[in-house]
């Protein structure tokens, strides 16, 4: 089993709509988790962090938590051709400080 | 954030070279990490650049491929040694700026290519 698990894609929405992407993970001691954006030929970029169970809001962004179902989520509301990038999920492990990836979803937003 | 400054941006080698890859911060930073990411896919952490001793790999890493230098807080090295086309990757260095919970931020990364 992977440590961090999310579907490939590519998950296509059409503008406008709410794009919603997963993750699960097997650590359960995680405390820390992610979300990056990486557009084509770019770093990772930081979107979200999130720390605790429930829901944190920023701008067209949520990321959710659940610890006790291990998984975590990112919604994008109204979202835009420019939102068309593939997304990372990431994790500090027990005892670790480096963050572990996942495969990342691409997202195609249609105009 | 931190700004993270990777040299080279890209570089296209010969079978059998080295190269050496440098991370600058313009802060002090708790920790510095090497990952790469082959083409398609997702970020593989190498080591974390330890400062003032040995860096720290992960399995299937090894000094000798991929010796690191972290002489202070703000600066450290990546050598890709006797690269093969095996090691066509883009390198990235990411940062740690304080302790606890905190993300890490990415260099905008080493794109390379072994002919």
């Known amino acids: 089993q992977k440590e961090v698990e999310q579907n490939s894609g590519p998950l296509s929405v059409p503008e406008g709509a709410i794009a919603s992407l997963n993750c699960t993970y097997s650590?359960?001691?995680?405390?820390?988790f992610f979300w990056y954006r990486q557009y084509s030929g770019k770093s990772p970029e930081l979107i979200m962090s999130?720390?605790?169970?429930g829901d944190k809001e920023d701008g067209r962004f949520t990321a959710q938590l659940n610890k006790a179902s291990q998984y975590v989520s990112l919604l994008i509301r109204d979202s835009q051709p420019s939102d068309s990038a593939t997304y990372l999920c990431?994790?500090?492990?027990?005892?670790?400080?480096?963050?572990?990836f996942g495969s990342g979803t691409r997202l195609q937003v249609q105009p | 954030s931190a700004v993270i400054s990777q040299k080279p941006s890209r570089d296209i080698c010969q079978r059998g070279t080295s190269l050496t890859i440098q991370c600058q911060v313009d802060s002090q930073v708790t920790m510095m990490f090497w990952y790469r990411q082959q083409p398609g896919q997702s970020l593989t952490l190498i080591a974390t650049a330890n400062q003032g001793s040995e860096a720290t790999y992960e399995s299937g890493f090894v000094i000798d491929k991929f010796p690191i230098s972290r002489p202070n807080l703000t600066f450290s090295t990546l050598t890709v040694s006797n690269m093969s086309p095996e090691d066509s990757s883009i390198y990235l260095c990411?940062?740690?700026?304080?302790?606890?919970?905190?993300?890490?931020?990415f260099g905008d990364g080493t794109r390379l290519s072994i002919l």
């Open positions: 999130i720390y605790s169970n």
């Open positions: 990411s940062v740690e700026v304080a302790g606890g919970n905190q993300p890490q931020h």
């Open positions: 990431a994790l500090r492990g027990t005892g670790r400080r480096a963050l572990t």
């Open positions: 650590d359960r001691g995680s405390q820390s």
